[in-house]
């Protein structure tokens, strides 16, 4: 009651100021948060809509809110501590029609929150497996810009099954760098003042390297096909990135091939970690010598290892993934039930190898 813009002014001063205090930062993000929630509680008693709803009014009608703005003054605020933050600053320029998250943010959420637990070391490994192309790589794509962001000097590695796929990251991630499209520059000139943003980059050899240089990239994108030893650094603050090393359904279906890219993973990759670095391993489920799958059957019930399925289809028969923007309905899934063959129905999309 008497809520007034001015009154969220005052506690978020007080919020950037206990953030950039070492010993009252957690007190700080505290208050931004509580910030966050009066500025959505105004703007909806105000105007009648939600936050987003008025932020893509304002982008097509170059229209300026006082209240808007100091809401992303807030997110900004948050964007060095709270992951889902910096994804919804990184794109807040961008039209809704063409943003990734909030579309998705009613499933992606929970995701969200797992990266942020393996980024506060709750967890040092995180699975997660869902079906392909509702947003699993893109937001770990995101996630190892936000490490970059806030270490731009440590080390970290993305793999995948291949060279093509290796470059398909790395093409990604200078996209998040590089263009005006994201504010990627701009989170590091607030967090980093007089730094370069990419210091040097190799597109033959997948590396981006942030802020100083060093004998190691900051990133380095390679398939599990290519070299890593001597070329590949994870440091202790650093992050194993492995998506996709099941090629496709005939690679699946050889025991063979399975176990040698297995070895190869623990061979190649782990190998590059160093003492302390945490690794999250992204997919689709084929079948039970996935090595996603076998690293959960090694690992169910340690308290450090968290393994995320998220189906095609939930409990009650309808779909996880029917986002606002290039979302999968229920009747498609349904469809492609009645089409394929059981199992692999159910290793595809519902995440049950077979």
């Avoid at 063979?256 to 061979?267: A, D, K, P, S």
Wanted: with cysteine.
């Amino acid at each position: 009651n008497g809520l007034t813009l001015q009154h969220i002014e005052i506690i978020y001063g007080l919020a950037d100021i206990s953030i950039n205090q070492k010993d009252n930062r957690e007190y700080g993000l505290k208050l931004s948060a509580r910030a966050k929630e009066l500025v959505e509680k105004l703007i909806l008693d105000k105007v009648g809509v939600d936050v987003w709803k008025l932020d893509e009014y304002c982008k097509a009608n170059k229209v300026q809110v006082e209240e808007l703005d100091l809401y992303w003054k807030i997110i900004k605020l948050e964007t060095y501590d709270n992951f889902e933050s910096f994804v919804l600053y990184m794109e807040k320029n961008r039209q809704f029609a063409k943003k990734f998250y909030l579309p998705r943010r009613k499933t992606l959420k929970v995701v969200v929150e797992d990266l942020m637990d393996l980024e506060n070391r709750i967890i040092k490994f995180y699975g997660l497996s869902m079906p392909s192309r509702v947003g699993k790589s893109t937001i770990c794509i995101f996630f190892l810009a936000w490490i970059s962001l806030k270490r731009p000097n440590s080390h970290s590695a993305m793999g995948g099954h291949s060279g093509i796929l290796a470059k398909g990251f790395y093409k990604e991630l200078m996209n998040l760098f590089s263009t005006e499209e994201y504010t990627f520059a701009e989170l590091f000139e607030y967090l980093h003042p007089g730094h370069v943003v990419v210091r040097d980059k190799s597109a033959d050899e997948f590396t981006i390297t942030l802020d100083q240089p060093d004998r190691f990239a900051t990133i380095t994108c390679r398939g599990i096909d290519g070299t890593w030893t001597g070329a590949v650094d994870v440091s202790k603050d650093g992050f194993l990135y492995v998506d996709d090393l099941v090629r496709d359904r005939e690679h699946s279906l050889s025991p063979n091939r399975m176990e040698n890219t297995f070895q190869e993973y623990l061979n190649k990759m782990v190998d590059r970690k160093n003492d302390g670095a945490r690794e999250l391993m992204v997919g689709t489920l084929w079948n039970v010598l996935d090595p996603l799958e076998r690293m959960r059957k090694m690992y169910d019930g340690n308290p450090e290892y968290r393994f995320r399925k998220i189906p095609a289809l939930n409990e009650d028969d309808e779909s996880n993934f029917d986002y606002e923007i290039n979302g999968f309905s229920t009747e498609y899934y349904r469809d492609m039930r009645e089409k394929l063959d059981k199992a692999e129905w159910e290793a595809k999309f519902q995440q049950r190898p077979f």
